[in-house]
């Protein structure tokens, strides 16, 4: 079992950045892939971008190379996405995702576990 657990939201300014931060406990082996997904209100889940444990392997959708990066610190069992300049429409619940597999896949329905998400709000 893993459990996930997303800090580092908040209201920011657009033009300004955050760094998301998912604390993951319970049984992470190496062969599991990280993700990030984000919901805006109406919206379906979004792919972010994905980063295999041992962060050889990074993936990013198209909408988020440039702004967003993910990384991993394996000692703190730690996952981060750092955004930077920051729009209005970067609004959404962000969530961490799990995937035993490791398959890194931009589809939601191939992770396994999940965070209760953090909330970011963007101002214009």
């Known amino acids: 079992q893993v459990q996930l657990v997303e800090s580092g939201g908040g209201l920011v300014q657009a033009g300004g950045s955050l760094r998301l931060s998912c604390a993951a406990s319970?049984?992470?082996?190496?062969?599991?892939?990280m993700a990030w997904f984000r919901q805006a209100p109406g919206k379906e889940r979004e792919f972010v971008g994905a980063?295999?444990?041992?962060?050889?392997?990074?993936y990013y959708a198209d909408p988020a190379k440039g702004r967003f990066t993910i990384s991993i610190n394996n000692a703190k069992n730690t996952l981060y996405l750092q955004i930077n300049s920051l729009k209005p429409e970067d609004t959404a619940v962000y969530y961490c995702a799990a995937d035993y597999r490791g398959s890194g896949s931009s589809y939601a329905s191939q992770y396994d576990y999940w965070g209760q998400g953090t909330q970011v709000t963007v101002s214009s």
């Open positions: 980063i295999s444990w041992t962060a050889v392997n990074t």
């Open positions: 319970g049984q992470i082996f190496y062969r599991y892939a």
